[in-house]
C-alpha cells in the first residue's frame, strides 16, 4: 500500500457529503461570512452516492479502511442512509463513522444510520450554558435538543458516542468541568479540541488557544485522571481516564503537540476534490477523473500518485514558527465545512 514521503500510510478517508449547515458556529461558518446569500454548492455539482460509492472502492484497494461522513452538516443530504449502506459492502471497509451537530438525529434517525452501518458517532457541543451555547452556534437553536441527540446516539447502540468539544479561551473555558460532570459516567466518550486555524474567516489568534495542557490540569484539578494508551498509534486523541473507572476523556492538541507524523487522513469534498491535509491551500479534481474514464485503474493510479507525493505537515511547520499568525497566512485556505473537520 502506498505510503507518502514521510512514510505514513492511507488507512482513513473523511468524505464531505455536503457544505451546508444549519448552525453557524464561530470557528467554522460565521454567520457574518455565511449568511443569506452565501454561495453553497448546487446541489447538481454534488458527488452522487454512486460516485462517492465508486471512490470509496478505489480508495479501499489503496489501503483506506475507515470512512468518516462529514459536512456541513451530513444528517442534510437526503437519504444518507442509503450512502451509508453502499459503502458498508465495499470490500475492506470495516468502519464508518459519521460527524454530526445532532439538531436532526431523532431516535428514529440514530437506530436508521446504525442499522444502516454507522459505527460510531460524533456529536458536535461546545457549551452546556445555554448563553455560551447560543453565542457559539449563532442560530438559535435549543440545546437541549443536542442533548437528546446525544441520549438518542446513546440508544441506537453505536459502538461509541463522543462529543467534541472546541475549547476557545474567553468563550467556554468556564464550561469545561461543567461537560466533565455531565458526560462522566454515562458512557459518553468527551473529546477537548484546541481551537484551530481552519479556513479563513474564524479570526484565529494563538493567544485565543487553550492548550491541551491547560485542559488537562482543570479537569485534573477536580476529576483525578491519568493517561492511557492509543487505540491505534494514528489516533488524534490523546485519552485519559477516569481513576474512578467511570469513563474517559480525549484531547486533540493540533495547535500545541501537532500529530502530523501519524496523519493518516485523505479528505474527499462534496464535489470531488481530494485534500490531503485539513489546512489544504488546493485539491486535486477527482469527479472529473470519474465522468472521464469507465475503468477505476486510472483514477487509483491517480490518488496513489497524490499520496505518494505528499508531504504535508502544516500543524507542526505552525508550532516551529516564531511568528504569531499562522503558518501560510496569506494563503487562501479551504474552508472546514467544505472538507469536513
Known amino acids: 500500500m502506498p505510503e507518502d514521503k514521510l512514510r505514513r500510510p492511507l488507512h482513513d478517508l473523511r468524505i464531505s457529503v455536503t457544505d451546508r449547515c444549519n448552525f453557524r458556529c464561530g470557528y467554522c461558518m460565521p454567520k457574518d461570512v455565511f449568511g443569506k446569500g452565501y454561495p453553497f454548492l448546487k446541489s447538481s455539482t454534488l458527488l452522487s452516492y454512486e460516485e462517492i460509492e465508486r471512490l470509496v472502492r478505489i480508495f479501499a484497494s489503496l489501503g483506506v479502511e475507515k470512512i468518516r461522513l462529514t459536512g456541513g452538516e451530513p444528517l442534510l443530504r437526503k437519504d444518507l442512509e442509503t450512502l451509508v449502506e453502499k459503502i458498508h459492502r465495499v470490500d475492506g471497509i470495516r468502519d464508518i463513522a459519521i460527524t454530526t451537530n445532532a439538531s436532526l438525529l431523532s431516535g428514529t434517525r440514530a437506530q436508521s444510520l446504525r442499522e444502516a452501518g454507522v459505527k460510531r458517532i460524533n456529536i458536535s457541543l461546545d457549551a452546556l450554558t445555554p448563553e455560551i451555547y447560543q453565542r457559539i452556534n449563532q442560530v438559535s437553536f435549543p440545546m437541549e435538543d443536542v442533548l437528546q441527540g ?32 455531565y458526560f462522566k459516567g454515562t458512557g459518553v466518550i468527551l473529546r477537548f479540541i484546541e481551537f484551530m486555524d481552519v479556513g479563513n474567516h474564524n479570526q484565529w489568534r494563538r493567544d485565543r488557544v487553550f492548550g491541551a495542557n491547560e485542559i488537562i490540569d482543570l479537569v485534573q484539578s477536580r476529576y483525578p485522571i491519568e493517561p492511557i494508551d492509543l487505540n491505534s498509534r494514528s489516533e488524534v486523541a490523546k485519552r485519559w481516564r477516569f481513576i474512578d473507572g467511570s469513563g474517559e476523556i480525549g484531547v486533540i492538541s493540533s495547535i500545541t503537540q501537532p500529530f502530523c507524523n501519524h496523519c493518516v487522513r485523505a479528505r474527499l469534498s462534496a464535489i470531488g476534490e481530494l485534500f490531503t ?4 491551500t488546493s ?16 483514477i487509483r493510479q491517480r490518488i496513489e500518485a497524490v499520496w505518494l507525493n505528499r508531504d504535508d505537515r502544516y500543524s507542526m511547520q505552525r508550532s516551529q514558527s516564531t511568528s504569531t499568525t499562522p503558518a501560510h497566512s496569506h494563503s487562501q485556505k479551504v474552508e472546514m465545512s467544505y472538507i469536513g473537520g
Not at 491535509?277 to 489544504?280: I, P, T
Open 283 to 298: 485539491g486535486v479534481d477527482l469527479k472529473g477523473l470519474l465522468e472521464a474514464y469507465d475503468s477505476d485503474s486510472v
Open 150 to 181: 446525544v441520549d438518542n446516539a446513546m440508544a441506537a447502540g453505536f459502538d461509541t458516542v463522543k462529543v467534541n468539544m472546541v475549547v476557545q479561551k474567553e468563550i467556554n473555558v468556564p464550561d469545561i468541568l461543567p461537560m466533565v460532570e
Open 277 to 280: 491535509c485539513l489546512f489544504a
